[in-house]
């Protein structure tokens, strides 16, 4: 998957074999799932050398819940990728972060998020005694934030792209339009719910928010080419100080 | 009182390593989803090999971005990236039909406001950066000039 993986913990008891089993934990997603890596099970499958009686458990276990995503979305998630191979990561990502989670809740903490590629796993409380913030990051400008979400024990997935219109050219459909919509974030009960959901609800386009409006215990904003941000009815209630 | 509390904090980071022949180029995401890559000559004196990008346009690989592919063409000018263009992009939502319906209208709308906020964390794309960092880097491995130190 190849992306930054982020943990803070507040406790007095966290130390380098904490942090250790949580990082061991997505190398081994990684090396599982990655369709960058050759000998990853995932290639292998893909390439034919692992039929459906070979895979592990985890595989199993992630290809039933895409399926499930897939009639929840009505098909609009659907780990056949352009190319005609599987990629399930789409929902890898949220799952693996949820679990990671949960690998620190069993040892003990209570107040700690896990953030992979922006994806978070949000708990408790940061050092200051506060419920954790999340900036949803501009797309126009990666070092600035646009709204501030205060996260109580939920999950926040941002699915998106920084292609903009002024830096795409299509050589052979120079009038073509451009993509509408830059980000769609998430805001769910847990950062599987959210994920599963953002990745298909992006690859609607303007529905996206619409579709996510349709589903309870889901909030989203979504972030368009021309800088409007559209966002579910219940949002704001996620939002910090109206900011 | 919170004198109890520890702060434990660290980042781990899952590099995206790809070993050229030029030599090894390792193209380490940061968390905004741009590669960072060392494009001046280090002046300090070590025995490490130093590197630098040689003027010209070069051409990543083809990145599967999920949805469609990514490709992009790097342009070094001075030593360093002076722009990266796309020659393909994710655009067509393959049996998605076709998006041209506005959100449903009780949807409150509004600009977005660019904040230097106070936060702990940032929830951003990577989806298709994840891409857009593969067929940059093949692209930088090919401007790589490694220089050794005397």
Not at chain 1, 140 to 168: C, E, M, P, W
Request: net charge negative.
């Amino acid at each position: 998957m190849g992306m930054p993986v982020e943990v803070e913990i507040v406790g007095y008891k966290a130390d380098e074999k904490i942090f250790d089993a949580v990082f061991g934990y997505f190398t081994e997603v990684d090396e599982r799932f990655s369709t960058y890596k050759k000998d990853s099970e995932i290639s292998k499958i893909n390439s034919g050398e692992i039929a459906p009686e070979g895979w592990s458990s985890d595989m199993k276990k992630i290809f039933t819940l895409c399926e499930e995503t897939k009639k929840d979305t009505g098909g609009y998630f659907d780990i056949v990728s352009r190319s005609g191979k599987f990629d399930p990561s789409g929902i890898v990502k949220g799952w693996a972060i949820w679990n990671a989670a949960e690998i620190l809740k069993n040892f003990g903490f209570e107040n700690f998020f896990v953030n992979a590629g922006g994806d978070i796993e949000a708990r408790g409380k940061n050092s200051r005694g506060e419920y954790w913030s999340a900036g949803i990051r501009n797309p126009f400008d990666l070092d600035k934030t646009v709204k501030t979400v205060v996260l109580k024990n939920q999950g926040i997935a941002t699915s998106g792209t920084y292609l903009r219109g002024q830096h795409i050219y299509n050589p052979f459909k120079k009038d073509e339009p451009i993509i509408e919509i830059l980000s769609l974030t998430v805001v769910g009960e847990n950062v599987y719910e959210a994920d599963r959901f953002a990745t298909p609800a992006f690859a609607m386009g303007r529905e996206g928010i619409n579709f996510i409006e349709k589903i309870d215990g889901l909030e989203g904003y979504m972030i368009d080419k021309d800088g409007v941000a559209t966002m579910t009815s219940g949002f704001e209630k996620y939002v910090r100080n109206g900011a | 009182m919170l004198s109890s509390f520890l702060i434990a904090s660290f980042a781990g980071y899952v590099l995206y390593q790809r070993g050229q022949d030029s030599g090894q180029v390792s193209a380490s995401p940061d968390s905004k989803g741009l590669v960072s890559g060392n494009s001046s000559q280090s002046s300090s004196a070590s025995a490490a090999n130093t590197f630098s990008y040689k003027d010209g346009e070069y051409v990543g690989r083809v990145a599967d971005a999920f949805y469609g592919n990514v490709q992009v063409k790097a342009v070094i000018a001075g030593g360093k990236i002076s722009d990266v263009q796309f020659l393909d992009y994710p655009r067509d939502r393959g049996n998605s039909v076709r998006i041209n319906t506005q959100a449903m209208p009780n949807l409150k709308t509004e600009a977005i406001r660019s904040q230097n906020a106070n936060v702990d964390m940032v929830s951003g794309a990577t989806e298709t950066s994840t891409a857009f960092r593969e067929s940059l880097a093949s692209a930088l491995a090919q401007a790589v000039v490694v220089a050794k130190n005397q």
